[in-house]
């Protein structure tokens, strides 16, 4: 009988592995399935896109990425996507982390009321404000159609996850390391620079992440404050489909290239993104 009951376990147990695996693989299938497609189509001629819209590239075609590439709007709207995901990402980090330090670090009235406005943040979508936040920017600011006008405000949007994936990271550094370095003549400022910042470096990366991807893929904001040679990528996606409708294969191609940044930036660093995420539940 013991033999028995200690076997039943381990058959659910198995039971469960393959249907969690299963799960995973439809969901790795659904996720990474049209962005292989979406490759793929791009080495194919619009031909075979409309004789067999699902077979493999024969022969492969590489005139339609070197197209592509070879334009020299693509650049543009590269140049303008990078330079606005750095800015905004340096501008969340920078001020995610100012943010984040006191309310991990000091006790004071009013602490715990001042980080749920920014967990309340997190439930305020950038598309809800989009109207006021063009009035703003254009009519009061002065700064539409420009860089800084469209990254501030998605790095204002950004600021709440970055405060709250990198507070429990700061609260879970030992007192003792913040201690230690006072009496040793450092100053608060030196305390968070060399110490706090370093150490917390796995959840700035992160938030950085987060931040340069998200802002890498906004459409809505860029839509209404960009015109012209100031457009994105994503909008350029949009002009390309629009403007070669009939050409399938080059509208996979330059989505393609679009997408390429940012997927190779969560591969590279998906182990300290996980880390990161990871370290701020702990927390």
């Known amino acids: 009988m013991s033999v028995r009951t200690n076997l039943a376990p381990r058959g659910k147990r198995g039971g469960n592995n393959v249907l969690v695996y299963l799960v995973s693989l439809i969901v790795v299938a659904i996720t990474v399935g049209p962005v292989l ?14 004789e ?12 339609n990425y070197s197209g592509v590439l070879s334009g020299g709007s693509f650049w543009t709207y590269a140049v303008n996507s990078t330079v ?16 984040a330090y006191p309310l ?34 254009t009519r009061d600011l002065g700064m539409g159609n420009t860089w800084w006008g469209v990254a501030l405000p998605q790095a204002a949007f950004a600021l709440p996850l970055t405060v709250v994936i990198l507070r429990p ?8 390391l913040e201690e230690a370095a006072l009496i040793d003549g450092a100053s608060r400022i030196g305390v968070f620079w060399r110490i706090m910042l370093p150490l917390s470096m796995p959840g700035v990366i992160t938030v950085a992440v987060l931040a340069f991807v998200t802002s890498w893929n906004a459409y809505i904001l860029p839509l209404l404050l960009l015109q012209d040679d100031m457009r994105t990528l994503p909008l350029g996606v949009a ?11 080059g509208v996979l191609a330059f989505t393609t290239i679009a997408m390429i940044p940012a997927l190779v930036l969560f591969l590279a660093l998906q182990r300290r993104i996980v880390s990161g995420l990871q370290g701020a539940v702990k927390g």
């Open 37 to 50: 497609y979406g490759a793929m189509g791009g080495f194919r001629t619009n031909a075979q896109l409309a």
């Open 52 to 63: 067999k819209p699902t077979g493999l590239p024969d022969p492969w075609v590489t005139s």
């Open 84 to 99: 606005i995901a750095v800015i905004t990402t340096l501008v969340a980090v920078v001020f995610g982390v100012m943010a």
């Open 104 to 137: 991990a670090r000091y006790k004071f009235k009013g602490r715990e009321a001042l980080f749920m406005v920014f967990v309340l943040g997190l439930l305020f979508p950038a598309a809800v404000a989009v109207i006021p936040l063009f009035i703003l920017v």
């Open 169 to 176: 990271f700061l609260m879970a550094l030992p007192r003792e």
């Open 239 to 249: 002009d390309f489909s629009t403007e070669h409708s009939a050409d399938t294969a």
